[in-house]
């Protein structure tokens, strides 16, 4: 079973950037594709992006041109660049590996 952590949220003003980690523990994740997902207050979760094991990425309407997927298989550690962040961008980020596991969540909150 694989475990997974995201960190690397906070609060950032519109127009900034984070950086989120998704760190992997108890085997590899660089088989499997691995995605991110969000839940904003009173909506459904949402496809942000994923990653396939040979590195091609896919993203959700409103975060192209804005986020960027990453992995870094020698950590073991899945990766999402936030850039342009905007007010409707703020949300719980969670990493997962998709119909496996879930991280429990980092919050990110952009102030407009």
């Known amino acids: 079973q694989v475990q997974l952590v995201e960190s690397g949220g906070g609060l950032v003003q519109a127009g900034g950037s984070l950086r989120l980690s998704c760190a992997a523990s108890?085997?590899?994740?660089?088989?499997?594709?691995m995605a991110w997902h969000r839940q904003a207050p009173g909506k459904e979760r949402e496809f942000v992006a994923h990653i396939t094991r040979s590195g091609a990425t896919g993203y959700g309407d409103s975060v192209k041109g804005r986020f960027t997927i990453s992995r870094d298989n020698a950590k073991n550690t899945v990766y999402l660049q936030m850039n342009s962040l905007k007010s409707e961008d703020t949300a719980i980020y969670y990493c997962?590996?998709?119909?496996?596991?879930w991280g429990q969540g980092t919050q990110v909150t952009v102030s407009s």
């Open positions: 108890g085997r590899s994740i660089s088989s499997y594709v």
């Open positions: 997962s590996q998709p119909g496996v596991s």
